[in-house]
């Protein structure tokens, strides 16, 4: 890299004293707030990725620091002469100026993940540690999407002669992430319902080494969430196509799907997939968080009320106010998960929603993104549970359509499922939409609930009753965890789980 030497020495400077090129990494969708002003940041490794006459990619290893925790960040940056993209930083050297953009955006980055499945590449880092490639060949290099998806990490998608590959490059690393193991367990049973995989770029080696990405066999097909949506979107605003019957079919089949992964998952053995027992301290520590985010979301929605913009902070304020006034109803719900105590707990998707699953065009179905919730700790993400939370998870993805078509079918904003709370205020068209919306809802979440406890191994002694208390306690608990989330993301948002909670608080048990 002896063109690009001095801008990768003034780079590594930049991340440890530049102010401008913190914000620049801020703005990125995967950072959040992680590198906030409180926060130290520092470079503790890097090696070359490779070299083009235009450009030179290099990874970065750094950490973040605040007063509860450091985060190692996966940096992977690429620095040019001319200015690839608009959004470019600008990074001086000498008299020269330098453009950095995101490393995952490049073909160096491409060519640099196909060359390493296929030889599997071993590259020393600046400290004295091991970039290391390993799995399968995913084929030679053909062309790749400088399009990245930017999400909680990014995704990049490469063409090879082996197919359409993506590679998963995690930003905030976890020591612990297990979705490598999960996707290789899965890979190695055969199992249907996921992408095949291909490999691991990680540093270092062994239990303690940090993945810093995944690559599997693209599939092309939208996420469930968006079949969904606009399934919806064509049934009450276009032209109507049976879309329920279909839906409901697919409900039912994505519930027995959702068994046999956590049939793959189980494992009768010792090791890191054995069932264990969930026990009265795991359904009390469970219970714990829950009023936690809880009492937090309530501090939240108190500040939110004395916001800038009027319509917002009325509705928050009522809604502060309905989720107070029905407290103990809310905890009495949460008991169900007292009804898991005793039952399995193991290795579950722990994310599952509607977004973390590809449809086919044909109808089938691939599970995706088994890090865990974002808003959890790194090491939290990892833990075992009992199978039926990711069972109420989704149930709580199937509100979210919804509210999606409700607030489509009405023309409204994100504040539209408040709405929904207030019958008295629909129209005669307003109140048929509502009220088949819901019919909906809770005929799919029958077909997904009912159809996952037919076939799924470790509740087949349960008596459903128990297993229908323990899933109304997880919804709860996981309304409770979307509250939060959307107060702290998407505050417009947060009519959606203020409505379940209400409408779980007053369901009889």
């Known amino acids: 890299m002896a063109a690009f030497a001095a801008a990768v020495e003034a780079l590594e400077k930049a991340l440890r004293q530049s102010v401008g090129l913190r914000v620049w990494l801020g703005s990125r969708r995967w950072c959040g707030g992680t590198l906030g002003r409180d926060v130290e940041f520092a470079v503790k ?14 990874f970065y290893l750094g950490v973040a620091k605040d007063p509860n925790a450091s985060v190692p960040i996966h940096l992977p940056l690429a620095v040019s002469a001319a200015k690839p993209e608009p959004e470019a930083f600008e990074l001086p050297v000498g008299s020269e100026r330098f453009f950095v953009t995101e490393g995952e955006r490049t073909e160096t980055f491409a060519r640099f993940l196909v060359d390493g499945f296929r030889d599997g590449l071993s590259i020393r880092t600046a400290g004295g540690d091991v970039l290391r490639f390993s799995g399968e060949s995913i084929g030679g290099f053909r062309s790749h999407d400088p399009r990245a998806e930017d999400s909680s990490n990014v995704v990049v998608r490469v063409v090879t002669s082996a197919g359409e590959v993506v590679f998963k490059s995690y930003k905030l690393l976890d020591i612990r992430n297990r979705e490598p193991e999960i996707l290789l367990r899965l890979h190695q049973g055969k199992f249907r319902h996921a992408p095949v995989y291909r490999g691991e770029l990680a540093l270092g080696e062994g239990p303690d080494r940090l993945v810093l990405g ?15 949506t606009a399934g919806w979107r064509e049934e009450l605003l276009g032209t109507p196509a049976d879309f329920e019957r279909t839906s409901l079919d697919t409900a039912a089949v994505l519930g027995e799907a959702t068994a046999e992964l956590h049939d793959a998952l189980l494992d009768r053995h010792p090791g890191p997939f ?21 009492s937090d979301s309530l501090r939240r929605l108190a500040a939110l009320a004395k916001g800038p913009e009027p319509r917002l902070a009325e509705l928050t304020a ?14 009495t719900a949460l008991g169900g998960l007292q009804a898991c105590a005793g039952t399995a707990k193991g290795v579950t998707h722990a994310d599952l929603h509607l977004g973390q699953v590809l449809r086919t065009d044909r109808g089938d179905l691939f599970f995706i993104d088994f890090e865990g919730e974002p808003e959890r700790a790194p090491g939290a993400r990892s833990a075992k549970l009992p199978f039926l939370r990711d069972v109420a998870t989704m149930g709580r993805s199937f509100a979210y359509v919804k509210h999606y078509a409700w607030r489509e079918a009405t023309g409204g904003d994100a504040t539209a499922a ?8 629909w129209s005669p068209e307003e109140d048929t939409v509502a009220r088949r919306l819901a019919a909906w809802e809770a005929a799919a979440v029958e077909r997904y609930t009912r ?6 191994e470790p509740y087949a002694s349960v008596e459903p009753d128990q297993a229908m208390r323990a899933i109304r306690g997880w919804t709860m608990e996981k309304a409770l965890y979307e509250l939060r989330y959307e107060l702290k993301h998407r505050p417009q948002n947060i009519f959606i789980p203020v409505e379940g909670l209400l409408s779980l608080a007053r369901t009889p048990s």
């Open 45 to 58: 490794d890097r090696a070359p990725i490779g070299e083009s006459a235009d450009e030179a990619v290099v």
């Open 214 to 228: 995944i690559a599997t066999d693209r599939v092309d097909a939208p996420d469930a969430f968006t079949w969904f």
């Open 274 to 294: 054995q069932a264990e027992s969930f026990s009265q301290e795991d359904a009390d520590a469970a219970t714990k968080a829950a009023l936690s985010n809880l």
């Open 318 to 331: 009522e809604s502060r106010a309905l989720v107070f006034e029905n407290r103990e109803r809310i905890e």
């Open 418 to 425: 408040w709405r929904f709370l207030h019958r008295q205020d």
């Open 451 to 456: 159809t996952y406890l037919t076939r799924a």
